[in-house]
């Protein structure tokens, strides 16, 4: 297992939900650190193996998507990955067309890359948890590394507030002051221009909060179901460590069926993080 021998499961289960951090450390100083360290590092700290594991994800979706962009044709596809891409695609045209009720050929492709890049992230989970941490660690002597980028509240969150800015900036586009006036005006709404200024502040106040709630509830739903499921994943591995015995038995296809599981929950954590990206972008295009 990675990260050496443990005395207790605790320890396990502790080394392997941190994160490998870049930061500057009260007493060491810049550096990548790990465990209890990584608290000390402040809010400007940056989960490096996040980043790095979110990237090579994103790069993979561009490579492999750009791959077959070259290669397809009007005809059959020629092999299963393309004939895989282009259902993706149909997939999310579809999905786009039945929640999206503007017009703006942006959205599709926002709703592409959401969709496939969260699904790669989340499908990480699939390599054993101790597999990546072992070899990196004894190939090149990193101590921590955690690689399913979605089990990383700041992975999620930095998606959902993304998509909060592109909401934000369609409503603008498309409604200009009108979407000021939604959020003055909603939900109590008066003829009487004095009684309707009186309400202004709670609307106001109503509709930020609501606001708000939506990237704050879309990026914590995502991490809350990946990261659950990560601590099963390194709870059912801590009874392989016992010895071959029953537990390590058990371990063995509990891990197996809880995979088998994670076949449906994975692609539909991602699908469900695109649907409510659509319905937020098709919110932020209605202009009554």
């Not at 990584?38 to 090579?56: E, N, P, Q, R, T």
């Not at 101790?130 to 399913?148: A, H, N, R, S």
């Not at 939900?187 to 009186?198: E, I, R, Y």
Request: with cysteine; glycine share 8%.
């Amino acid at each position: 297992m990675a990260g050496g021998v443990y005395e207790q499961p605790s320890d396990y289960i502790q080394h392997h939900l941190s994160n490998l951090a870049l930061g500057n450390h009260p007493d060491y100083g810049w550096g990548f650190y790990g465990g209890d360290k990584v608290a000390d590092l402040g809010f400007w700290a940056i989960h490096f193996d996040s980043v790095v594991w979110a990237i090579l994800m994103g790069a993979l979706f561009i490579g492999v998507f750009a791959s077959v962009a070259r290669k397809a044709t009007a005809d059959v596809p020629n092999s299963k990955l393309v004939g895989i891409v282009e259902a993706t695609i149909e997939f999310v045209e579809s999905t786009t067309k039945d929640i999206f009720h503007g017009r703006n050929p942006m959205i599709a492709p926002i709703a592409l890359t959401v969709f496939v890049w969260v699904l790669l992230m989340n499908a990480l989970k699939f390599l054993p948890v101790d597999l990546i941490p072992y070899t990196l660690e004894v190939v090149f002597g990193v101590p921590y590394q955690k690689i399913v980028p979605t089990t990383d509240p700041n992975v999620t969150l930095g998606l959902s507030f993304s998509v909060f800015f592109l909401v934000l900036f369609y409503s603008f586009k498309v409604k200009g002051f009108g979407f000021i006036k939604e959020l003055s005006c909603n939900p109590f709404s008066f003829k009487n221009p004095v009684l309707q200024a009186v309400f202004i502040p709670v609307n106001l106040f109503m509709e930020l909060v609501g606001l708000i709630a939506k990237p704050v509830s879309l990026g914590l739903r995502l991490f809350g179901n990946m990261y659950a499921g990560e601590v099963i994943f390194i709870l059912i591995a801590t009874m392989t460590a016992l010895g071959f015995s029953f537990f390590t038995v058990l371990g063995g296809a509990s891990q197996l069926a809880w995979a088998l599981y994670h076949l449906l929950v994975v692609p539909l954590q991602a699908f469900i993080f695109m649907a409510l990206t659509l319905v937020y972008l098709s919110q932020a295009h209605e202009d009554h």
